[in-house]
């Protein structure tokens, strides 16, 4: 029973395509084989991370700032910003640049879309993870127009048995112009 449900995980990981994930040696050594149910626990928690990713940009769409800023560990940091690099620290900082500098009433109806997850898991409770992004705003004709995209650069800690955000490094390609 256990070897079919690791089949069936395994089946499905491999049909989602849009996802990858790796894992580090942590060091020279060769690898020691992993057991079904440890090679199980890596495919649920690179699921986990890319279901973070998702969660991130749908929570942004919704402008639900305290979902938002729940995703982020308690020390848990975001770097990027359009005017240049800005940091904030913990969920309460977090959330509440959320709220003032992305209310409902800045682009409505936008959205983001997410791609190219590539998930890394550097220990038990640590990983690593690089994708694109792009947010789509209405234009002019009310069509879809993409404002800005780029990627983003995690890292991840597993708090209280759930994956976080530790550190979110958001980047524009190209970059914004300096003023």
Same mark, same amino acid.
């Given at each position: 029973m256990k070897m *079919?449900?690791?089949? %069936?995980?395994?089946?499905?990981?491999l049909t989602m395509g849009a996802a990858? &994930?790796?894992?580090? %040696? *942590?060091?020279? /050594?060769?690898?020691? /084989?992993?057991?079904?149910?440890q090679r199980l626990q890596r495919l649920e928690d690179a699921d986990a991370i890319r279901e973070l990713l998702v969660a991130y940009g749908k929570n942004f769409d919704k402008r639900d700032a305290q979902a938002y800023g729940d995703l982020f560990a308690k020390d848990?940091?975001?770097?990027? !910003? $359009? *005017? !240049?690099i800005q940091s904030y620290k913990g969920p309460? %900082? #977090? =959330? @509440?640049?959320?709220?003032k500098a992305y209310p409902p009433t800045v682009f409505p109806g936008s959205y983001h879309i997410m791609s190219n997850?590539?998930?890394?898991?550097?220990? *038990? @409770?640590? $990983?690593?993870? &690089?994708? =694109? &992004?792009?947010?789509?705003?209405? !234009? #002019?004709h009310n069509e879809p127009v993409i404002f800005r995209g780029g990627r983003?650069?995690?890292e991840f800690i597993r708090e209280? !048995?759930?994956? /976080?955000?530790? /550190? =979110?490094?958001?980047?524009?390609d190209p970059p914004p112009a300096a003023k």
């Open positions: *079919q449900k690791y089949v %069936a995980v395994c089946a499905l990981a990858s &994930w790796t894992v580090q %040696a *942590q060091n020279a /050594k060769p690898a020691k /084989k992993l057991t079904v149910e848990g940091e975001w770097v990027g !910003g $359009a *005017q !240049g309460d %900082a #977090i =959330r @509440d640049m959320v709220a997850f590539n998930v890394t898991l550097t220990g *038990q @409770d640590t $990983a690593t993870a &690089w994708s =694109r &992004w792009a947010f789509v705003v209405n !234009g #002019i983003y650069d995690d209280n !048995g759930v994956w /976080k955000f530790k /550190k =979110r490094v958001v980047s524009s």
